[in-house]
């Protein structure tokens, strides 16, 4: 259970932001920021600045400076800093913070976030919180300093849901699996007694959908993330492919196969009616909603080789989107609606790039042996894919931002691969 109980008043009077990051530039040099480790009598507090020091350093957008270089020692909230110290170290924002257990067995986490060269607080905030949500906690503070310094929604405190891998090549075991954006806490939502594939998040983000192979027949099945809760989303006849929801939640749109081609269709989860969208002799597949539910784009071999197509959302107005060498797949809609990215096959590479729903303005953001099956965090800013090693290893998470220069390997237990990003949690 995690409650804010909102900002913490200035100590230096109202804040006017001279420091900021202009993140829509191509070219961001990070800021350099001061994170000493909040104040507590137990250690969590380091713990906690650590996570949100993480966070900030790993979206390529700040620059954490060493605590070694770190001239005033033991700032907390209640303190306004001595800015000469921070400015002669080039700290450009400070964030001071404080844990303390309260009676009841909660703790209190605040911090301060201030701008060195106006001397002033930016943000101040407190969050009461069980013991073991801490790392929630942790994220939550580094959204909120994300957002203060960008101008844009955080994405730290959200999960990943993806296929963990383990077992030789040729007898691997798959099963669901969720965890942080940064890879902590992960849990196992199935046993891998089935195969499963492509999971995705409901907007809802109380459960996911995804498919597995249950007695050699390909399912859809919706799972309940807090109760375990598991249903068929039907029964169809051939193979399903690539389940997804709509922004609303109110409907699951995939790829049936039949006859040897596969077209899409949308069932509606209330009424279980299904809605023929596409009927080509192609395979259509990989159908992603934009975010305002009025349009899809899609996979198709159509044409001869796997293109971009986008239609409505009832299926009218079906354009190619996609025209440049070597073969597109797995398009998924940003967030913010102004992009798509999609997985791109050319020259013995496979590449994760983003292009404009037109299909103008597209950019390659890397290339390796078998790159695949990105995935938007809701900020639309960050990309999340999964790559196949070469010599026989298993495939691996990586984070790449639209600048295409900051790639994380995120790391897991095992191998990895088809994340899905969730929304920002509540």
Known sequence: MLLASGALLSLTGSANALVEIDVTQGNVAPLPIAVPDFASRDGIGAKISGVVEADLKRSGLFAPIAKAAFIQKGLTPDQTPNFADWTVINAEAIVAGRVTPEADGRLRVEFRLWDTAAGQQLDGQQFYTTPENWRRVAHIIADAIYERLTGEKGYFDTRIVFVSETGSKDKRVKRLAIMDQDGANVRYLTQGGDLVLTPRFSPNRQEITYMSFGNGEPRVYLLQLETGQREIVGNFPGMTFSPRFSPDGQKVV??????????????????????????????????????????????????????????????????????????????????????????????????????????????????????????????????????????????????????????????????????AWSPILE
Do not use: C
């Open 254 to 419: 995939m790829s049936l196969q039949q006859e040897g081609n596969a077209n899409i269709y949308a069932m509606d989860l209330r009424s279980r009616a299904t809605t023929r969208l596409t009927s080509t002799a192609a395979i259509d597949t990989s159908p992603s909603f934009s975010p305002d539910g009025q349009r899809i784009v899609f996979e198709s071999d159509r044409g001869g080789r796997q293109q971009l197509y986008v239609m409505s959302a009832g299926g009218g107005g079906q354009q190619r989107i996609s025209f440049g060498d070597g073969a597109y797949s797995t398009p998924v809609w940003s967030p913010r609606g102004d992009l798509i990215a999609f997985t791109k096959q050319s020259g013995g590479q496979f590449q994760i790039g983003v292009m404009r729903p037109d299909g103008s303005g597209e950019r390659i953001l890397t290339s390796g042996f078998h790159n695949e099956g990105p995935t938007w965090a809701p900020n639309g800013r960050v990309l999340m894919f999964f790559r196949d090693g070469q010599g026989g290893g298993g495939p691996q998470l990586f984070s790449i931002d639209l600048t295409g220069r900051n790639e994380q390997r995120i790391a897991t237990p095992g191998f990895a691969s088809d994340p």
